[in-house]
């Protein structure tokens, strides 16, 4: 078992080089099945998440070469028509792209149902709804997802979502680029991972129109050809250091962001009384004066993201008086509560809403990361306690966090990994 080991107390103070974003290569890497000829990605987080799938790509015949830490040259000309390798795909949720990969590359697919984070329930029947709108049929074939085209191919369509999904967005924008005719999504997402994985696919060739808006509009072509794609900085890797300087204390320059993505973060963390300072590429987070409590409601781009949930809470569990956050995404995401409670904050939860009155500090002791936003909420109020925080369960946070060890050290933090034998292997996964 991976542990973290932080000595808290000490402000953060430095910059900080934001990676590529993961829900943006976690559609890009699986979208390259599409293409034929080699897609040279840049900018690609060196993180767990990633490091599975291209294990997956590489498993189906892909040709990758990796030109740096985070340059790829991914060739999937010669890919076999084949399963996709279960035990891997059900570790990642991201694997639910292959099926739009796979059917549109090979129209059909069989993939394992992912797998993912306990927030509660988290069907994909709308990505399912999507395929077979664009005439795909869809069975669960012991534990599998089996989609197979008709003869005639795959028939654009007009796809209209129930529930605002990211993930369905973007697999039915993949397994259309390559349909016949137009398909419409419809109540379409609008997050930044969105527009990139649209950005990549028409860097290789195809037609997608509208990404970033409610209506996505992707006419289908014969093929797509190789190309050179840089993925666009993480917005929730940049909001969480954003966090961690509002939360401990300090003067953090945030480098390679885009300040547009931040917009809702910034404006919250300066309602609570953080001074933020946007450049055209970078954020400046200062905070020496005390933390004012605020309200949140997660809800999908351009609202308050639910993976920076955690994190804004422990802000809000060190500011004065009572703040609220409530959960528009999922079911259930409070389950980090009870660990921050442990350290002494004050936290009750109802279901979707917590209520955090605000302590003056908390104290350092053994948490665990529930999952992998949860567990860059323990590292935050572990920085911001006062004694030793052990966080146990660390590999959620390296999934997607790349060298947070490091990034956090050069600030000033005093932060260690520990590999300790473990006695009670947890594999549930993340994403
Ligand atoms: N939903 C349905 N049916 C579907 C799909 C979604 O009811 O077919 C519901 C979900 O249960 C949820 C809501 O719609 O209540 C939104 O889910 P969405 O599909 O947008 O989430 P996702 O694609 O499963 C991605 C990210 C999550 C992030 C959410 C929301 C990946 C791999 N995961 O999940 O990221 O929380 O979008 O922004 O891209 C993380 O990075 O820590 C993480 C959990």
Redesign the pocket.
Known sequence: MLKYVIHGGEPLNGKVLISGA??AA?GILPATLLVKGTCRIENVPDISDIRLLLQILDEMGADIRRLGANTLEIDCTHVRDSVAPVELVRRI??SYYLIGAQLGRFGHATVALPG??NFG???????IKGFEAIGANVELVSGCIVAKAPETGLQGARVNLD?V????TMNIMIGAVLANGTTWIENA?K?PHIVDLANFLNAMGAKVYGAGTDVIRVRGVKSLHGGFYSIIPDQ?EAGTYMAAAAAVGGDVLVQNVIPKHMECITAKLREMGVEVTEYEDAIRVVRTGPLRRANVKTMPYPGF???MQSQVAVCMALAEGISIITEG??DTRFRYCAELNRMGASIQVDTKVAVIDGVKQLHGCAVKACD??AGAAMVIAGLAADGTTTVEDVHFIER?YECMIEKLRALGADISRLEVPDQHPDVSEA?
């Open positions: 993961k829900n976690v949720r991201a993912g984070c329930p988290r069907p994909i029947d709308q990505h529930v999904s990211v993930g369905a997402a997050e929730i993201p639910t993976d995404i999922y992998l936003r997607g994403g």
